[in-house]
């Protein structure tokens, strides 16, 4: 499962991610479903000491198998958008995505 950070920036490149750096802990992060052993690791990280470490026993989806945490505000219509994450993989599917909510915009990955 991967371990990382994660960012997304509007087109001004500002992180409106919450906690996205996992600095202190995983606060504002939510883990549901097949994913709820994920959690926040103190001992590794990308570029910091701290990651989150996801766990998941199953496909995720846009319902009750995810991780989620809310961004800082609501981005305007029209607005440009990066979505980027800093992944190692440890085991299971070597996929990964990075969705906003509604689907409008998405970002998949192989590791």
């Known amino acids: 499962m991967p ?3 994660c960012r997304s920036h509007s087109s001004g490149g500002t992180n409106v991610v919450l906690n996205g750096t996992f600095e202190t802990d995983a606060a504002g992060w ?3 479903g097949n994913h709820d052993q994920t959690g926040w690791e103190p001992g590794e990280g990308f570029s910091s000491s701290h990651s989150l470490h996801i766990r998941a026993v199953g496909r995720g989806d846009t319902g009750p198998n ?7 505000y ?3 219509s029209q607005t440009t958008v990066t979505l980027r994450a800093k992944v190692r993989w440890l085991k299971g599917n070597p996929n990964i995505l990075l969705r906003l ?3 409008g915009m998405e970002a998949p990955g192989t590791y």
């Open 66 to 72: 995810r991780v989620r945490t809310q961004l800082a």
């Open 74 to 76: 609501v981005l305007p």
């Open 3 to 5: 371990r990382g950070q």
């Open 101 to 103: 909510r509604g689907n």
């Open 30 to 32: 939510v883990f549901q």
